[in-house]
Every structure is written in structure tokens, then in C-alpha cells.
């Protein structure tokens, strides 16, 4: 019956037509989806995440199942504001897991129907907390990022989801930390997405030299970077050490 329909269809429809219909199919489906995972008790599964990527439908663009589950984990892990660089599915799945552990999400995009997209959604599915700033991005010293002077943002971000802005940017994704800097926690965690790209790993290894942090690699499929800031106190605590190494080797 369903392939009949399918044929019939293909025979009487034109293509943008076909391509309308699928489209709303697979936004009914994403919904559906996200409804469930937003009922059930315990975190999003990795086969429900997969299906996620599939009705969103934005493959080059999209975060994939890896990092993903990555978001999820992180967000049940820990507690505070979260930001988002780069709005999509994965601003759609940590806004529900995010509600589920009573955390606000703040999403920066630059691009104005893109973001009217996902508000959209954010908006058909309740999901109340999460604030998504459409705002250009702007010329820096040497790089662009997004214009932030207006928005009212926290100043203890504890998790970072850092997939933008587009590799075409100028400086791509180095302007969070000298932008933003002053809104993260000394704990936060930043999550680098495309880490297996050259530009990406040259942004992590500036941003560990210019703001001290370490960076750790994760992923299999496809790697993502991993960066906190070392802690003041385990800098002191190195330097004692040395020091007191200096002196049991100095007596004789
Ligand atoms: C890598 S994407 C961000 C993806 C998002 N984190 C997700 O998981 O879906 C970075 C930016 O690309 C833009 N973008 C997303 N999909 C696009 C598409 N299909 N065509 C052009 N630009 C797109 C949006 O402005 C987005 O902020």
C-alpha cells in the first residue's frame, strides 16, 4: 500500500512538492522523538540520537551521534548555564536533557532563518529554557564572532558547546575565549566539536597557550576536544612541589 502511494506519488507530484512533504514528515518524526525523550525518566539512548540525526536531515552541518551523546553525558553530569555556539539539533536535544536536570541553555547563531528554525522547534516543544540569541557576527581584531554587547548573558558558564561559527569565518572559532572569557567558570568545560580538523586543533593549542588550559582529545568516529582551564590552585600547588624539590636537593 506504502510503496503504491510512493509510486503514485512520484508519478503525480512535482519534486519541491515531494521534497515539502518529506519534509514535514520528518519534523512530525524529530518532534515525536523529542517529545518521548523529554517523557521518559532516564537520559537519551544512542539508537534514539541516531534517529534524531536522520529526521533532521542536515548531514555536513549537523554534530553526529558521538559527540552528540558527549553533550548529553556532560549535561547530566554537571550543574550551571550552558552556551552553545551554533544552533541545531544539538541545541534541540541539550535544551530536553538540560530541562530534565533544571539547567538554562544559551545558544549564540548568526544566521537569521536558520535561527528561526530551531526557535520553532525550541518553541513547539516547551522547552522554556533555552534562549537563543540570533545575533550577527562582528569584526574583532583579527577575527569575528558573534556580536554579544546586547545580550544579557551569565557569567558562569559551566559547559561550552563550541560547533561554530563555519569554518569560513575569519579566525573560525578562536573569538570564544577572548569574547567570552570573562563568562565562564574556572571549572567550565569546553567542548570542541570537528577536532579532527588542522584549523580546529590550531585554535585549542592557542587557546591552552593564551588562557591555560589543557586539552584532551575524545572520540572515535570523530574526534572532539576536550579544554578546561588549569587551576590556580594546582599551579601553586606544582610550584611548591618544585620548590621543594629545589630545596631537599640543595641540602647537602
Ligand atoms: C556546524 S553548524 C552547527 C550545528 C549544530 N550544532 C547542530 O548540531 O546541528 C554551524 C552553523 O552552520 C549554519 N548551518 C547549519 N546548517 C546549515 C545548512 N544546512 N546550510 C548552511 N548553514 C547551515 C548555522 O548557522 C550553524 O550555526
Known sequence: MKSWLTRLAKQILPASCRNWLKDCWRRTHLIRMLRTIQRQKSPVELDQIRRLVQFWNNVGFSALDEYLLALVDYVGQGSGPILECGSGLSTLLVAVEAQRHGRQLYSLEHHPEWGAKVQSLLTTLGLE???????????????????????????????????????????GRFGLLPCLREHLHSDAVVLLDDYERSEEKEIAERWAREFGMTIEEHGIEKPFGLLKFIQPSLVLETSRELDQEKILASVP
Do not use: M, Q
Not at 562582528?138 to 561550552?160: A, I, M, Q
Open 129 to 171: 529554557n533555552a534562549h537563543l540569541a540570533i545575533t550577527p557576527l562582528t569584526e574583532f581584531d583579527g577575527f569575528s564572532w558573534y556580536d554579544t554587547r546586547k545580550l544579557s548573558l551569565p557569567k558562569d558558564f559551566t559547559l561550552v558547546i563550541c560547533d561554530a561559527p563555519p569554518g569560513d569565518t575569519p579566525g
